[in-house]
């Protein structure tokens, strides 16, 4: 988490700050030329038979004791699914090491349930008695692991006698970031994994790192009794470079875990979520967590704000409706299927399916529309719905498009978003 409470821009740090590492993590910029004839005619080979992940959901952050609760109205915006809403199936909430402001989070996460979402909670801090400073910081003291895994377990109990079932509940948020909150080294995840994390009593994630920095995972995958006590492996991408989403690690070892982007803004907390093309990188930046990161889940940090998916006027933002883009239609249990991720610069290309239902979501970037001919192999005919969400229009629904033997054409218009859906 970066921005101060109620200043949704990032703090300056003693070592270089968030802003600083998301220029350095940028993607890189489209380049507003029109393709080559011959680009223009790659075909996208969509092959559901050949499965990736299984997605478990979108979804954003709430945080009432640093901005204001969202209102019953954007509760229903956020994870409803109904037209002018998000779709988001996750939300996370915060463990807050003040018990009395535990019941803060409730009334939305209950909210969330009841529309069918995930609720996954992140600690910032241990309660204060069980926390020592050091050279570096402060950290959990090493007597109080076990009653630390009681406070966690507590907090699960808590929301479960409010009828909020934890999915999940992480042992720290970004402990490799904590100049403002509780820091642990590698060492200390895998001990805390190893010995206290079998007694919580819903799944534990770790590490959360703010960068998806593989020294604070790899440690834990080259544990096997860590690795036993643990069931989602949490990541952060501010300023994570692209050629890092992949882990080959966690493919080789990772066997029965999932894999979590649990926080992001992107590309920055400063810029309006409106302006468009800008908007558009986020539509990239989630295929490339997908595709080139193999993330199950993907999820923002605060939900309502200038920046965020949600306007402060708790209408979708552009930003938003890329998000939107994927959660209204790969929902949870859907599993991404091999397709062409990049047919041709700066055009970015992935699918999904549910049983007999296909999705496609097509993200240009280029200042010119760009045709595509689609090849989805081993399909019959059919028609695809479409929505699309350009400079002018939001998730609005488009022109359907007809599949014949498996093969069909589609033109995504000049700096657009494109979903398609079959069944």
């Not at 979520?273 to 997908?290: I, K, M, S, T, Y």
Request: aromatic share 10%; glycine share 8%; no cysteine.
């Amino acid at each position: 988490m970066a921005p101060r409470p109620n200043d949704p821009t990032p703090r300056t740090r003693r070592s270089l700050d968030r802003r600083a590492f998301l220029a350095l993590g940028a993607l890189p910029a489209a380049a507003p030329l029109l393709a080559s004839p011959a680009a223009a005619q790659t075909t996208v080979l969509v092959q559901p038979s050949i499965g990736q992940q299984t997605i478990q959901g979108f979804g954003g952050m709430n945080h009432t004791v640093w901005i204001s609760d969202l209102t019953a109205a954007q509760r229903t915006t956020a994870f409803g699914n109904a037209d002018g809403q998000l779709g988001f199936s996750i939300l996370r909430i915060p463990v807050h090491e003040d018990r009395a402001n535990w019941s803060r989070e409730v009334a939305t996460a209950q909210r969330a349930v009841a529309l069918g979402a995930k609720v996954i909670a992140s600690p910032w801090n241990p309660p204060a008695s069980m926390v020592e400073t050091f050279s570096g910081g402060r950290r959990l003291r090493y007597d109080s692991y076990a009653a630390y895994a009681r406070h966690l377990n507590d907090f699960h109990a808590f929301m479960q006698s409010n009828g909020v079932n934890l999915y999940a509940i992480s042992i720290q948020n970004e402990p490799d970031y904590a100049h403002e909150w509780t820091a642990w080294t590698p060492a200390e995840i895998v001990r805390f994994l190893k010995e206290n994390a079998g007694s919580i009593n819903t799944r534990v994630m770790a590490p959360e790192s703010f960068q998806y920095r593989k020294n604070l995972s790899d440690p834990i995958l080259n544990d096997p009794a860590a690795l036993a006590n643990l069931d989602v492996l949490g990541a952060h991408l501010y300023g994570t470079q692209p050629s890092a989403f992949p882990y080959p690690l966690f493919q080789q070892k990772g066997g029965g875990k999932e894999l979590w982007m649990t926080e992001v803004y992107y590309p920055n907390s400063t810029d309006s979520a409106d302006l468009w093309p800008q908007a558009l990188d986020v539509g990239e930046h989630l295929h490339r967590a997908l595709v080139d990161g193999r993330f199950q889940a993907y999820i923002w940090w605060y939900i309502r704000r200038g920046y965020g998916p949600m306007r402060e006027d708790g209408t979708i933002s552009k930003r938003g409706a890329n998000m939107a883009h994927f959660a209204k239609f790969v929902r949870p249990g859907h599993q991404r299927v091999t397709a062409t991720a990049n047919p041709q610069s700066n055009v970015y290309i992935s699918a999904y399916k549910s049983g007999s239902r296909l999705v496609i979501v097509a993200v240009n970037k280029n200042a010119s529309a760009v045709y595509l001919p689609f090849t989805v192999e081993g399909a019959g005919s059919g028609t695809f719905s479409t929505w699309l969400t350009t400079a002018s229009q939001t998730l609005a629904p488009y022109s359907a498009v007809t599949m014949t033997n498996g093969s069909f054409g589609s033109q995504l218009p000049a700096q657009s978003i494109r979903t398609y859906v079959m069944g």
